[in-house]
């Protein structure tokens, strides 16, 4: 619980995060997301062993998370329409920060002390803030959206392309933050490793998937979102196919997690390239929102359900099975839904985006 409510914050507060950025601009919301965590992250350095006090400083903990929800609309209106997935994906590529800190921090607080770590982040976030306020400006010709938020909550949930993106990147997203979450627990049960080799191995996998995520970005702006977000889950159901038939340990654990890692860190990069060219630039603070948050949630079921399958089967191959049919049908989804859109071309009547 303790770990997971940061995690839940920040994928549910995306969703008015996202709505604030485009009433207010990605420059303001940035700043005062960094801010705002500046305070939880300070005082769980004095909170000890408190677990009601962990619990509502990981609640306002879980803020920081809902920084993707700015930053994706904010970098897209900067560039151009065939610039914009390579845009948004290097972005995205921040999702290694989670990677990098869980690597870093023991050795801060082995070297500082737990409290000198968390001023050191606090310092960090505080700077970030005031470098936002100092560098950044609003993209030229946006326009603040002055609908109330729940209008535009529902205008965002009747695009068709909004649930098109939620169901693709809670696949790519959650499959990401799931096995990032969970590889560690799973190449320890089923292939024996000690935590040490399992958690660089998991590292391995999270670097491939931060370098993908802008090449499929990229790949978007060449040859279209909707074929890189089907080469991702294609390839997504092969590695997952693979897995049930429980390969040898290093071939599992390298070969086969690394292509699974680089599949789904080109879906990461094809969604947000597809939301991009689907959606207006009035609402896509918004649709990025609901987008995110459902990639985090969809990060957070998978562990648990492959816990309860290896604990009544002694076996991660029946979840593997689920994998691979849930990516397979996102594969041919993606292939029916999404007839190709010319970069630069948003939703309309007769297009994916149009209300549904």
């Avoid at 590889?183 to 370098?211: D, I, K, M, S």
């Amino acid at each position: 619980m303790l770990i997971a409510f940061p995690v839940l914050i920040g994928a549910l507060g995306r969703i008015p995060v996202g709505a604030l950025t485009d009433r207010y601009g990605g420059r303001a919301v940035m700043a005062a997301v960094a801010f705002a965590s500046v305070v939880p992250v300070l005082l769980l350095g004095f909170a000890g062993d408190s677990y009601p006090v962990l619990l509502v400083l990981g609640f306002f903990l879980g803020i920081a998370g809902t920084s993707f929800a700015v930053g994706v609309p904010f970098v897209s209106r900067w560039h151009a329409p065939n610039k914009r997935g390579f845009a948004t994906g290097v972005f995205g590529a921040g999702m290694g920060g989670t990677a990098l800190s869980a690597f870093l921090t023991p050795y801060l607080a082995d070297m500082i002390g737990l409290l000198g770590t968390h001023v050191f982040m606090a310092v960090a976030l505080a700077l970030m803030g005031v470098l936002v306020l100092v560098v950044c400006r609003n993209p030229p010709g946006w326009v603040p959206s002055t609908a109330p938020l729940a209008p535009r909550l529902r205008e965002a949930l009747v695009l068709r392309a909004t649930w098109q993106n939620i169901a693709l990147y809670a696949v790519a997203f959650g499959g990401f933050v799931a096995f990032s979450t969970y590889l560690p627990t799973l190449l320890h049960n089923a292939h024996g490793f000690v935590q040490t080799e399992a958690g660089l191995r998991t590292a391995g996998f999270a670097l491939v998937a931060v370098v993908a995520r802008p090449a499929g970005g990229a790949l978007s702006d060449r040859i279209g979102p909707a074929r890189v977000c089907l080469v991702s889950f294609a390839g997504t159901t092969l590695t997952a196919g693979a897995l049930v038939f429980q390969p040898s340990v290093e071939l599992a654990a390298g070969t086969v997690f690394v292509l699974m890692a680089g599949f789904l860190g080109l879906g990461t990069g094809g969604v947000f390239a597809l939301v991009a060219q689907l959606v207006e630039p009035v609402r896509d603070g918004t649709v990025t929102g609901l987008v995110g948050a459902a990639g985090g949630l969809g990060g957070y079921f998978p562990p648990l359900v492959m816990g309860a399958v290896f604990q009544n089967t002694g076996s991660y191959a029946p979840g593997f099975v689920l994998l691979a049919a849930v990516a397979l049908g996102t594969a041919v989804y993606t292939a029916l839904a999404f007839r190709e859109v010319p970069a630069g071309v948003r939703s309309g009547p007769g297009r994916p985006g149009h209300s549904a």
